[in-house]
């Protein structure tokens, strides 16, 4: 297993397989990366101290499978042992939605905030019925009925981490099926977080914000595993109130620009070359780098790819079909990538048939209404699978 899992707010590792699958490699194999290696007597065979890398190299060749696997089997013993004793006081809530933080052991006391479903907490005592636990901020009492605990936690808590991955790559494709060959169905960006739904060594399964599924590989992502906890009221209050102001912010964002009155009118501007046209068409589309994208959007700064070029070229006098398939199929004269300028619509598709558009504005490069994770966006030409290239000017 590559270790390229950063693990956050747990103590330990809780699985107990994981020990196993990290650290088998050391003792079961030849393959060693340091110099210079130090093992513990419990799990290795009797060597203790510093050993030189011939050194190290040499006994573990003479491991037998039999000693490698007393080995695997006392540190599975050691690792229980710990992982027990460590989450003998672990509570997992398993409701509905959300259950009540009381501030004392009855339905009377005041509520403190909210235990959600699947949030893990340490129970620090027992009163009747109730539980006394701490999650995240938040100390209070729970009903004992809403939570799995003890050895039943602990045998179900990898069910409850909750994993995403931070792309490391600057693009990283994400295909319909685990294998390189597969076909693409979208991509992400360095930065980007998506979930994960299920991993191992060389794929994760993940899915982005707009609901979508896929694979991408899991040498150009960071796992990141931690546990959901208790709110406190507070804390409630605070994220309610930041999705509040963001809702707000981003209807305004698009009030601005549909009242926004654009300095450029191609109807009434007459360009004396075709590239003064270009240069003019590309510092128009630029204005909207930043907007939201809005699936079936009919007004800039507030509409989807082919809404995007669509739009664009209707400022300077142009029609454009409002489809992607109709701009790649009935505008304009098909061109060479070679061939394009300024202004030319570029057309994707991971299919036979085009899926996006985007506005080429030079030097390998587009601005494009990406997604509604994105928004309107800069990137470089190539970031799709490219079917055609359409000059709607001349």
Same mark, same amino acid.
């Given at each position: 297993?590559?270790?390229?899992?950063?693990?956050?707010?747990?103590?330990?590792?809780?699985?107990?397989?994981?020990?196993?699958?990290?650290?088998?490699?050391?003792?079961?194999?030849?393959?060693?990366?340091?110099?210079?290696?130090?093992?513990?007597?419990?799990?290795?065979?009797?060597?203790?101290?510093?050993?030189?890398?011939?050194?190290?190299?040499?006994?573990?060749?003479?491991?037998?499978?039999?000693?490698?696997? %007393?080995?695997?089997?006392?540190?599975?013993?050691?690792?229980?042992?710990?992982?027990?004793?460590?989450?003998?006081?672990? %509570?997992?809530?398993?409701?509905?939605?959300?259950?009540?933080?009381?501030?004392?052991?009855?339905?009377?006391?005041?509520?403190?905030?909210?235990?959600?479903?699947?949030?893990?907490?340490?129970?620090?005592?027992?009163?009747?019925?109730?539980?006394?636990?701490?999650?995240?901020?938040?100390?209070?009492?729970?009903?004992?009925?809403?939570?799995?605990?003890?050895?039943?936690?602990?045998?179900?808590?990898?069910?409850?981490?909750?994993?995403?991955?931070?792309?490391?790559?600057?693009?990283?494709?994400?295909?319909?099926?685990?294998?390189?060959?597969?076909?693409?169905?979208?991509?992400?960006?360095?930065?980007?977080?998506?979930?994960?739904?299920?991993?191992?060594?060389?794929?994760?399964?993940?899915?982005?914000?707009?609901?979508?599924?896929?694979?991408?590989?899991?040498?150009?992502?960071?796992?990141?595993?931690?546990?959901?906890?208790?709110?406190?009221?507070?804390?409630?209050?605070?994220?309610?109130?930041?999705?509040?102001?963001?809702?707000?912010?981003?209807?305004?964002?698009?009030?601005?620009?549909?009242?926004?009155?654009?300095?450029?009118?191609?109807?009434?501007?007459?360009?004396?070359?075709?590239?003064?046209?270009?240069?003019?068409?590309?510092?128009?589309?630029?204005?909207?780098?930043?907007?939201?994208?809005?699936?079936?959007?009919?007004?800039?700064?507030?509409?989807?790819?082919?809404?995007?070029?669509?739009?664009?070229?209707?400022?300077?006098?142009?029609?454009?079909?409002?489809?992607?398939?109709?701009?790649?199929?009935?505008?304009?004269?098909?061109?060479?990538?070679?061939?394009?300028?300024?202004?030319?619509?570029?057309?994707?598709?991971?299919?036979?048939?085009?899926?996006?558009?985007?506005?080429?504005?030079?030097?390998?490069?587009?601005?494009?209404?990406?997604?509604?994770?994105?928004?309107?966006?800069?990137?470089?030409?190539?970031?799709?699978?490219?079917?055609?290239?359409?000059?709607?000017?001349?």
């Amino acid at each position: 297993m590559k270790k390229r899992t950063v693990r956050k707010n747990t103590k330990r590792l809780i699985a107990l397989g994981l020990a196993l699958t990290i650290s088998l490699p050391l003792i079961g194999t030849n393959s060693i990366d340091a110099k210079a290696v130090k093992t513990k007597e419990k799990a290795s065979a009797g060597f203790s101290g510093y050993l030189s890398y011939d050194e190290a190299k040499e006994r573990l060749s003479k491991l037998t499978a039999e000693q490698m696997a %007393a080995n695997a089997a006392q540190l599975n013993q050691v690792t229980a042992e710990e992982a027990r004793e460590e989450y003998q006081n672990l %509570a997992i809530a398993k409701v509905d939605e959300f259950v009540n933080v009381r501030s004392g052991p009855g339905t009377t006391y005041n509520t403190l905030g909210r235990m959600y479903n699947g949030a893990v907490a340490d129970i620090v005592e027992t009163d009747g019925d109730w539980l006394k636990v701490v999650s995240g901020s938040l100390e209070g009492y729970i009903k004992s009925e809403y939570f799995i605990i003890g050895d039943d936690a602990l045998d179900v808590i990898d069910e409850y981490i909750q994993r995403t991955a931070t792309v490391n790559a600057s693009v990283l494709n994400i295909r319909k099926e685990p294998n390189a060959d597969s076909d693409k169905v979208g991509y992400l960006f360095n930065g980007e977080k998506v979930s994960v739904l299920e991993l191992d060594d060389d794929w994760l399964k993940v899915k982005v914000s707009t609901g979508e599924e896929g694979f991408v590989s899991a040498d150009y992502a960071t796992v990141y595993e931690e546990f959901k906890y208790a709110k406190t009221n507070e804390e409630i209050e605070a994220e309610d109130k930041a999705r509040r102001e963001k809702l707000a912010k981003e209807q305004e964002a698009i009030r601005s620009q549909l009242k926004e009155d654009t300095s450029i009118v191609g109807s009434a501007v007459v360009y004396e070359t075709n590239t003064e046209l270009r240069t003019a068409i590309v510092d128009f589309a630029l204005q909207y780098v930043g907007c939201p994208y809005v699936n079936g959007g009919q007004k800039l700064g507030a509409t989807d790819c082919s809404g995007f070029t669509m739009l664009v070229y209707q400022q300077f006098g142009y029609s454009l079909s409002r489809l992607t398939q109709g701009q790649c199929n009935n505008n304009g004269r098909s061109i060479t990538l070679s061939e394009a300028q300024p202004g030319d619509v570029i057309c994707y598709s991971y299919g036979s048939s085009c899926s996006h558009v985007a506005l080429y504005i030079g030097n390998g490069q587009i601005v494009h209404a990406a997604n509604s994770r994105r928004g309107v966006v800069i990137d470089n030409v190539g970031i799709e699978p490219i079917i055609a290239v359409k000059n709607m000017i001349d």
